[in-house]
Nanobody
Framework: QVQLVESGGGLVQAGGSLRLSCAAS????????MAWFRQAPGTEREFVAA????????WYADSVKGRFTISRDNTKNTLYLQMGSLKPEDTAVYYC?????????????????WGQGTQVDVSS
């Protein structure tokens, strides 16, 4: 049974930082593209960042480029999202996702597995 468990969310002031983690089990972690998505109330789930199997390629949404960094530790089966210079518009539930294919990494419908999400609130 595949499990993705996010942690690290919370309340932070604008300009602050947070580090999200996603612990994976039940899958061959190093064989999966891993990604972060987010969803604010009343909006669709949107792509934040993704990272390839062997950390050779990273993708970022334009809205977070230069502020967020995605990384993974294949020895710990853990995905990370370091978020800096946070803005109120970054407020959302952040989800970890996994899939085998490297195509269409920005499309949530292409992902096979999802975590339950962790709430991030950025106050102004």
């Amino acid at each position: 049974q595949v499990q993705l468990v996010e942690s690290g969310g919370g309340l932070v002031q604008a300009g602050g930082s947070l580090r999200l983690s996603c612990a994976a089990s039940g899958l061959t972690f190093s064989s999966n593209v891993m990604a972060w998505f987010r969803q604010a109330p009343g909006t669709e789930r949107e792509f934040v960042a993704a990272i390839s199997w062997l950390v050779t390629v990273r993708w970022y949404a334009d809205s977070v480029k230069g502020r967020f960094t995605i990384s993974r530790d294949n020895t710990k089966n853990t995905l990370y999202l370091q978020m800096g210079s946070l803005k109120p518009e970054d407020t959302a539930v952040y989800y970890c996702a996994a899939k085998r294919s490297g195509a269409y990494v920005m499309k949530p419908a292409t992902y096979d597995y999802w975590g339950q999400g962790t709430q991030v609130d950025v106050s102004s």
